[in-house]
């Protein structure tokens, strides 16, 4: 078996006359550009004529970007078989269906399909829409991560047990991948950097892979409002370092376009000497600037986004909804016009004349309309950090909002969210009992 190394969270996979590529983002910027990646992509689409089939992990942005995936020429789309999870939207089938691959294949959860004879996959989906993939052959057995975290070795156990094998390869990520701190607070980054390589620690105690590859997080936050998050991410030479002294796995760091035959000897000290290089550029490089939203313009976009997340005004869905999950008044500093704004699902969005450091967030007005454009958009705000968080505010107010808009559009409807989320908690009880009796969402719990 063979791996080929694309970018970020992007690796193909080949054996037995399958090539299997996932999550490709090979340029452009992701989360509202509040992401780019780190080093450049050795992939050119052409090279799509070569793969037989694209599994995608999840929907975020830097794993699904649908201008790549329209980039791939349309000839080579219609030779290439996808592969998702099933999901109760089916936004993604339904995309990909649309931009005229061979095949659309829907993975039930904890179900091996063959992909040849002697190659299969199957697909564990994570709560919140993200999903692993195992890969295993006669010869050999990957888990692909990316952004899956395991929390406790109960689900480490039930997937060895579906491997039936040893785990040759774990592609898991390795550092922090959303807002960790205000600018004035690198304490909260280094925590959370440190607390990615103890859940990697965690990752190779528990499924006791042969090689450990680090993997999806080769990025570097690229606009002017989150460039400071990048002084405390965790450097590949360390991650390294760590994999090696803390873990019985061997460590493996592989750049964009390098070929390593799965169980081979590779000196990696390039690959490091690369990236090492290429995050020592990143404070040279050109930032990405947004312009300002007339407030006229949010006050639109804001009510528009309550119809779509809540339903109509005055309705009983409306008032149920929002008071099931606690919705209530929330003051927006906009950074970039020096002045407040009040958010409520009974009023919208208004003039305020709240002080900045009481209100619950500080973003500009362009990361503010993309956030009511876009039922996702308040996670990329959270994942992008094109945000702070003033000293006198509650965070929790304005994210009450973004969390419920995110199930919506993660599982379509309020009601689907509901049944997966039973589903999950019979599936993930540790998880779950740990996520019930938090308190509050603090700024700590920015991803649903």
């Known amino acids: 078996m063979q791996l080929e190394w694309v970018n970020h969270a992007s690796v193909v996979v080949g054996d037995r ?16 550009d509040g992401w780019g990646l780190l080093s450049e992509t050795a992939f050119p689409y052409e090279r799509f004529e070569t793969i037989t089939h694209l599994w995608f992990s999840h929907e975020h942005p830097d794993h699904f970007s649908p201008a790549n995936i329209r980039a ?20 993604i089938v339904s995309f990909c269906r649309a931009q005229g691959f061979a095949d659309v294949i829907e993975l039930r959860r904890r179900r091996w399909h063959e992909l040849a004879p002697g190659f299969e996959v199957l697909c564990e989906p994570f709560p919140f829409g993200d ?11 990957i888990v692909n991560l ?58 190779c105690e528990w499924l006791q892979p042969k090689v450990a590859i680090p993997f999806a997080s080769y990025v570097w936050f690229c606009h002017r409002e989150n460039t400071y998050m990048n002084l405390e991410m965790n450097g590949i030479a360390d991650v390294r370092r760590f994999i090696s002294e803390r873990t019985s796995s061997r460590p493996l760091v592989l750049y964009p376009g390098e070929l390593w035959e799965v169980g081979a000897d590779h000196d990696d000290a390039a690959a490091v000497a690369r990236y090492e290089a290429d995050s020592a550029g990143v404070p040279s490089r050109p930032l990405v600037s947004s312009q300002a939203v007339a407030t006229s313009d949010l006050i639109s976009a804001a ?41 409520c699902w009974e009023t919208g969005l208004q003039e305020s004349a709240t002080s900045e450091a009481n209100c619950d967030v500080s973003c500009s007005s362009g990361a503010l309309a993309y956030a009511f454009r876009n039922l996702w958009g308040g996670d990329s705000m959270a994942i992008n950090g094109r945000f702070s968080i003033p000293a006198g505010g509650m965070y929790q107010h304005w994210r009450a909002y973004t969390i419920l808009a995110s199930k919506i559009n993660v599982y379509g409807s309020f009601a689907n969210y509901v049944r997966v989320r039973s589903a999950d908690v019979l599936r993930h009880p540790l998880w779950s009992a740990r996520r019930l009796t938090q308190k509050a969402i603090g700024p700590d719990e920015l991803i649903p």
Not at 311 to 334: C, E, K
């Open 303 to 343: 009510d528009q986004f309550l119809d779509r997340m809540l339903g109509r005004p005055g309705s009983l869905a409306r008032r149920a909804r929002a008071r099931l999950h606690r919705l209530g008044p929330t003051a927006i500093w906009l950074a970039d016009r020096a002045e407040a704004l009040a958010f």
């Open 146 to 203: 990316n952004d899956c975290t395991i929390v406790n070795p109960r689900h480490a156990a039930e997937l060895l047990k579906e491997l039936g094998r040893p785990i040759d390869v774990l592609l898991s990520q390795f550092s922090y991948a959303n807002w960790s701190g205000n600018p004035d607070e690198p304490e909260k980054r280094l925590q959370s950097a440190a607390d990615k390589l103890e859940c990697f620690r965690l990752h």
């Open 17 to 32: 006359g399958v090539r299997l590529i996932s999550d490709p983002w090979l340029d452009g910027t992701a989360f509202d």
């Open 131 to 141: 999903s692993a993939l195992l890969i295993r052959t006669p010869d050999t057995a």
């Open 72 to 91: 791939i020429p349309p000839e080579i789309r219609a030779r290439i078989v996808v592969l998702f999870q099933k999901t109760f939207d089916r936004k």
